[in-house]
């Protein structure tokens, strides 16, 4: 997506070509390796169906090869019906151009509930307490809480509350105002850290 550039911007315009499109995006990891070690990992998940399980994997001959046989005694391969329409979309109906002219519409649609995102939080989160980076990519939006601001802080610093607990307090209140946040801690790769940061991930998928 472009840089967001504030609530009082002009909305985003499409790019006149599907070259103009392709040359803004970020490039591939794929683009840059020269000796077969990147494997690149593509999925149909967020840009069509999250519900069809297809995705697809661009490696060097060899590594396709030991995954096809895994995934012959794992998965045993997607969802026939998830398959099959996707093919009858992609290659009947779209073709390569029309999958181009899918993409181009779901990044302005992204980008403009991105916009409407930013601007509520611009408007109604205290930057003392709240802070984020303007997303460039996806449809999650990460926002750091200080809760050092919080009241229970001392309980935390004392070991009388973990930072978990109060997480969930927050969380819970922000449901009972009408909103559905999802809990940092949900992410973290090593269980048992222990936090010194808090954030909250939101979506604008729907």
């Known amino acids: 997506m472009q840089p967001y550039t504030g609530s009082s911007s002009p909305p985003t315009s499409a790019p006149a070509t599907h070259a103009e499109f392709l040359s803004s995006l970020v490039p591939s990891f794929l683009s840059l390796d020269t000796t077969g070690r990147v494997i690149r ?6 840009v069509i169906a999250p519900g069809s399980r297809i995705g ?3 490696a060097p001959e060899q590594i396709c090869e030991r995954y096809f046989r895994h995934s012959d005694q794992s998965t045993q391969g997607p969802s026939g019906f998830s398959q099959l329409a996707l093919f ?7 073709g390569h151009e029309g999958y181009l002219d899918w993409l181009v519409h779901i990044r302005l649609e992204y980008t403009a509930r991105r916009n409407v995102m930013l601007a509520a939080c611009d408007a109604h989160l205290p930057r003392e307490l709240c802070s984020w ?30 930072m978990e607990e109060l997480e969930d307090r927050i969380w819970l209140r922000v449901i009972e105002e009408g909103t559905l946040l999802i809990k940092g801690s949900w992410f973290q790769a090593d269980r048992g850290a222990q936090l ?3 954030f909250f991930r939101v979506s604008w998928w729907y």
């Not at 990992?41 to 967020?46: A, C, N, R, T």
């Not at 009858?88 to 779209?94: A, R, V």
């Not at 997303?135 to 601001?149: K, L, Q, Y």
């Open 56 to 58: 697809w994997i661009t």
């Open 196 to 198: 010194d940061k808090m």
């Open 41 to 46: 990992v593509d999925s149909f998940s967020k």
């Open 88 to 94: 009858k979309l992609l290659d009947e109906t779209w």
């Open 133 to 162: 980076k303007p997303p460039m990519a996806g449809m999650f939006h990460w926002i750091e809480v200080d809760w050092r601001r919080h009241p229970l802080r001392e309980k935390v610093e004392r070991g009388e509350m973990s």
